[in-house]
């Protein structure tokens, strides 16, 4: 999954930036009503992957089937590259924060779920950005999917939030860090995240994938698969451990 912290895309002299992701000086066309944290949109997988400009959609019931919860707006300084700034504030843990879920105590979150932040630009006057969460189903190597839910993120069942966690398929001899593939929890043989480690609540620079290593090994436990950020997830502020079992 990626994030990162809250980073200002400054427009660079010679730094070459398309020129429809600046900040336009005329609105263009769009829905009479900006989006609003809280709001909920039926967004296509398409319109989600490619992120962009927002699309000229109006809110859906979030008690309705729907993809999109926008959890921050914000305005869009001037001579910005406004897609790169829009996915600077749009951190996964902003959007985790903001949804109350995978919320790390001592460093370990139990039991993630599948939820991750999308952005856009926002074309009004004055310019600016949304960010949201989305439920996602993986497919190996393919960008993940939306999953439609019938509630806020916040207000899920216990049921509905169980169908989130990361459960991907070990048939065929799959390993823990392929590409998932989404399968239910109840599904076996899987591979199951159990536990994420955050490791910015242990260490303040990234010690060492020996030193993480080693203490993966303690905090996951014997049977577990641990998975080991890299450099650019510490740089991005979000290095993250996760912990696989597999359920033959």
């Not at 992120?51 to 305005?75: I, R, S």
């Not at 504030?89 to 039991?111: E, F, H, K, M, R």
């Not at 509905?160 to 823990?176: I, K, V, Y």
């Not at 290593?213 to 698969?225: H, K, M, N, Y």
Request: aromatic share 6%; proline share 10%; hydrophobic share 40%.
């Amino acid at each position: 999954m990626r994030s990162g912290p809250l980073l200002i895309a400054a427009l660079v002299a010679g730094l070459a930036i398309p020129a429809n992701a600046l900040v336009p000086a005329v609105p263009a066309a769009a829905s009479d009503r900006a989006p609003q944290v809280g709001d909920c949109f039926d967004l296509s997988d398409s319109v989600l992957q490619e992120g962009g400009w927002w699309p000229d959609v109006e809110p859906v019931p979030c008690t309705t089937p729907h993809t999109y919860e926008v959890t921050q707006v914000g305005l869009l300084p001037q001579d910005v590259d406004a897609f790169a700034f829009a996915r600077d504030q749009c951190s996964a843990l902003a959007v985790w924060t903001a949804v109350g879920v995978n919320q790390p105590v001592a460093g370990i979150v139990t039991d993630p779920v599948r939820i991750e932040p999308r952005s856009f630009g926002v074309r009004r006057q004055p310019a600016a950005w949304v960010c949201g969460a989305v439920a996602v189903d993986f497919n190996g190597r393919s960008a993940p999917t939306a999953v439609q839910l019938d509630s806020p993120v916040e207000g899920l069942a216990r049921r509905s939030t169980a169908g989130l966690r990361h459960c991907s398929s070990a048939a065929d001899g799959r390993r823990a860090l392929a590409p998932p593939i989404t399968v239910t929890c109840s599904t076996r043989p899987r591979w199951q995240a159990r536990t994420w480690i955050v490791w910015t609540a242990f260490y303040d620079d990234d010690p060492g994938r020996a030193e993480l290593r080693a203490r993966a090994a303690q905090l996951c436990g014997s049977r577990a698969v641990a998975s080991l950020p890299n450099p650019a997830d510490w740089d991005e502020g979000l290095p993250i451990t996760r912990c696989h079992l597999k359920y033959p």
